[in-house]
């Protein structure tokens, strides 16, 4: 990733005898979906479309067994035979609430979306997020989502795939971050676009993995008191400096759009 003005808010304007004018600056925000837009795991909430709003013990006890993923596909399956069809799931996804202050901050990108290039990495589902998205009227916000296929077959079932394969030991088999956010930020310096600076909103552990890839220029924004939070106050306890990029934990997401605020009022 190219550098600019490392540690400040904007880039210095170029200058010097035949340089074209510079595009305006841009910077990547990345953001996880679960308790980081949306206020709870949206694979708990789901089983509220189940008869009784419950899941059977024995289906329940078998999220022990094998990749979480698998575990959500037995689930859907249930669901599925339980008479659980695309509406009722779509109400469910529609309806759960986002975090504190992340109307805010939706606010403040769409405002600033010259600025920013906004993306979504999750371990959910494409359909959930797309529906919550949508519903929320911030769905354009979004230049791609990552996340795990879905998609509803003949029956009318919600089904569900692994995102990808990996060899990163510290993430589920279905899906590592990092390896999502290095290879689409080699794709769009490819497309000769690149970031000044990159940052990461999230909560979870697996939201750590690519944080630990970011640069000292980033910024990394953990859910306060959530594992991701943990995990870094953790890493700087044990490894002083190898966490590099800038941590700013927050409770309300209007502290993010307040951070970014503040970083665009900066000059060089």
């Not at 109307?103 to 919550?132: R, T, Y």
């Not at 953790?234 to 190898?242: S, V, W, Y």
């Amino acid at each position: 990733m190219r550098r600019c003005c490392q540690g400040v808010g904007l880039p210095c304007l170029f200058k010097g005898v035949g340089m074209a004018t510079p595009r305006p600056p841009r910077y990547l925000l990345v953001f996880d979906f679960d308790e980081t837009i949306v206020a709870e795991n949206s694979d708990d909430s789901v089983v509220r479309a189940a008869p009784g709003q419950a899941l059977p013990e024995p289906l329940r006890q078998s999220q022990r067994q094998g990749s979480y993923n698998e575990y959500m596909q037995r689930v859907l399956a249930f669901l599925g035979d339980q008479g659980v069809r695309v509406g009722d799931f779509k109400a469910v996804y529609e309806n759960i609430p986002l975090t504190p202050g992340m109307p805010e901050l939706f606010q403040f990108l769409s405002k600033n979306h010259e600025l920013f290039e906004v993306i979504l990495i999750s371990d959910a589902n494409m359909f959930g997020i797309e529906a919550k998205l949508r519903a929320a009227g911030v769905h354009s916000l979004f230049r791609k989502i990552f996340s795990n296929p879905s998609s509803f077959d003949k029956r009318g079932y919600l089904t569900l795939g692994p995102y990808h394969s990996h060899k990163c030991l510290d993430c589920p088999a279905n899906m590592c971050k990092r390896k999502i956010l290095t290879e689409y930020l080699a794709e769009r310096a490819q497309e000769e676009v690149e970031f000044e600076r990159v940052f990461y909103v999230g909560d979870g552990a697996n939201d750590f993995c690519p944080s630990v890839a970011l640069t000292s220029a980033d910024v990394a924004f953990p859910r306060k008191g959530f594992p991701m939070h943990r995990m870094t106050q953790e890493m700087e306890r044990k490894q002083p400096g190898a966490f590099q990029a800038t941590v700013v934990p927050w409770e309300s997401a209007a502290e993010v759009a307040r951070y970014l605020q503040e970083l665009l009022k900066k000059k060089c």
